[in-house]
């Protein structure tokens, strides 16, 4: 005797199948993979948000959410982690460290997308234009600034 299973069983399985692959691939699918290899990010990250020792913690799909803020905002002038309008000034983090004030921190990149200065602080930078709250609020500026300081972190 031969076993027949139930065209309406094959039916279940298959809508179960495709529900289970439709809910379990979208998340996978918005961490970019340049995340994974190039950040080395495959879960939550803590990054500096002042110089008080405070942190934030980011997800693989908030960087990849940065990243794209990134690209389509700062990839001009940051070409693979260089600085067109001073190509001597990478976006390390010991290049972020080193510039008055320092930008090694979340807050420090978000005051500076704000106001942006020369690299010794002395003068406004007009190779990078300023980000108004009019154009993008603090939390949309914030985005692109940790996949920035994890980007230098790789650097180091």
């Known amino acids: 005797m031969r076993w ?32 994974n290899q190039y950040l080395r990010v495959s879960g939550p990250v803590e990054l500096p948000l002042d110089a008080a020792g405070h942190t934030l913690t980011f997800t693989p799909e908030q960087l990849t959410d940065g990243k794209n803020r990134f690209q389509s905002a700062c990839l001009n002038c940051h070409v693979g982690g260089a600085t067109l309008p001073a190509p001597n000034i990478s976006l390390s983090l ?10 090694d921190t979340l807050q420090a990149l978000m005051e500076y997308q704000r106001d ?6 002395s003068d406004s930078s ?31």
Request: net charge positive; charged share 20%; hydrophobic share 40%.
């Open 4 to 35: 027949r299973i139930p065209s309406r069983l094959w039916a279940w399985v298959g809508i179960l199948a495709l529900l289970w692959l439709g809910l379990a691939s979208p998340v996978a699918a918005r961490i970019d993979p340049y995340v």
């Open 94 to 103: 010991k290049d972020l460290r080193g510039a008055t004030p320092p930008r």
């Open 116 to 121: 942006p200065r020369s690299y010794d602080g």
């Open 126 to 156: 007009y190779g990078c234009r300023p980000v108004p709250p009019s154009w993008m609020d603090d939390e949309a500026v914030n985005y692109p600034a940790p996949t920035a300081k994890r980007y230098g972190a790789s650097f180091q």
